[in-house]
């Protein structure tokens, strides 16, 4: 039966409900949690939150009535011989309502957005069943060298100075973090060619998975292909921490996935960590510390949160922690720029919808728990959240670039140092995002002359960018070249350099995804020079060849954003060169067009 306190709730102006709402949740939330504490059924009338946040709001006193609150002299009460039916009947009309007035005035496209972001919050919570499983977890125990990693626990025990971080608990975590990730488990670029390992491989899209991978949670198979055999290559994206055991190797997904369940495994409670730009590890509860540390798998780090903001340059907007028990927003964790995530955040869902969303997940997961056991999660949920909404400081060691995957990859995804990676300086510059025509007609098309040092953008009005550095992601020992007596220029490396690298980075907004990107570049090699082209996506590699246009299809990465990189290499700085033109000619060098879809 519909509550007549809840309609009336809902006749509230939109910010006095969510007031009165967020109050309700909490008086009933505490009975449900803890139904033999007496502090939890009273509430004075004198209080200022009854009055303040009931008793001026239509509703409010008749939803605690309908809870099966009795007025008691000075105060409210839920008398212990009351059943709390009514309590938990109330309390779930109240988050019925609060999602139907939270879908009131959405845009389609936030709607859209948080339409997809849910499943994925419901399949995250689901998936950490998973580390729960004891006979998976002995199966985790039986291949970590123990008895090895408690003597160096024990040798880095005794050389710790720091009295905070001298026990047990948290160094054989940093001893289970260096083994893992140098003695265990592998980084997969591509998958290497057992008939030809030094071989190149190239990407040729995604392949259906076999029955054995779907067993193991491999829906997507990267295929690829041996440059030398031409065998066809298998790259299953395992997603069961048992198959990975086994196979040892992946990227951040398979190493975050197994790595918590060696932490589960050594009865660390721990969570497994999404972050919504793509990247996923670990959070680990040190108990002498009261508070969850993020530890990264991949990268052998641990307790530096704000690595990916300052180190990787991501742009963050959700991550969400979970185990079998609960998830948690704790994106506050992970930046120090709270103004622009919010920005973010904002277009993508509605921040009371995240709130609801997650109490509601949460309330499901807590009803078989024990009361003691709801009791020590709620005082780790209220210092968690303290922690939470602090200013975040730095702990050292967090403006380090990525150091798993290769330079490509990590180049492509944005996430190397800021400030170098590798001995000489890697210099960063312009993003190319679509204008709004461009947006519109689901198109960019970018050109760039050599001799007149100059791009135009033909599908922004002809717009122009002087200079090859206008509009370069990034470069590294790579310069203009003028050569007056032969009335030629190109880009080649710079003295005294064994490598030259530049690229350029497209990204498409959140309402977009690739379809298609065609592409035309030029280089001339001389003698030993050479020069290696590649088009990635976050999920892609694709080897451009020069002096062809190529139509490469991206509809399947869906992905918003791609980079085009070049490596010029050999023994003499000049034999390998980019857009080498005569100084008297306007031909183009450089054509790349971008095509996509709404999503």
Known sequence: MDSEGVQALIRNKEDDFKIVLNTLYKIARNILQNPLEEKFRSIKIVSKAFQEKILPFDGAIQCLLEMGFKEDGDRFTLFSETKLDDLEE????????????????????????????????????????????????????????IVELNTRTEKRLREETNQEFSNYQYCFLLELLHWFKYEFFTWTNQPPCTSCPESEKYSIGMLPPSDEDLLWGASRVEGYTCSNCNKILRFPRYNHPEKLLETRTGRCGEWANCFTLICKSMAYDARHVLDWTDHVWTEVFIVSMDRWLHCDSCENVCDKPLMYEQGWNKKLSLIVAADHEH?????????????????????????????????????????????????????????????????????GGEYEGRTSGSLAWRLARGETDKVKDGKSKMETCEVIRPSEDEIKSGMLTLEYSSSLDKYTRITDNNKSYDGWKSLVYCHQDVMKKVEQDWKQTYICRKEDTSVGYISWRVELPNTCLLTHVELCVKDSVFEQGHVSWLLTTDKTTHIVKSGTTEKIDLTKSKSQFFSIHAFLRGENWQHAQLFREPLNTSEISFNVKVLWKQK
């Open 90 to 145: 109330i309390y779930k009309q109240l988050m019925n309502a609060e999602k139907v007035t939270l879908k009131k005035n959405l845009s389609p496209s936030l709607k859209k957005s948080q339409e997809e972001i849910l499943p994925r919050l419901k399949s995250h919570l689901r998936h950490t069943a998973m580390y729960e499983n004891k006979s998976l977890q002995q199966k985790a125990r039986a291949v970590i060298p």
């Open 327 to 395: 998830i948690v927003d704790v994106t506050r964790r992970y930046t120090r720029d709270v103004n622009a995530v919010e920005i973010r955040r904002n277009k993508m869902f509605d921040s009371d919808w995240l709130k609801s969303t997650i109490r509601e997940l949460n309330e499901t997961t807590r009803l078989s728990m024990t009361q003691a056991r709801k009791e020590k999660l709620r005082n780790r949920q209220l210092n968690e959240e303290k922690e939470l909404s602090s200013v975040k400081t730095e702990t």
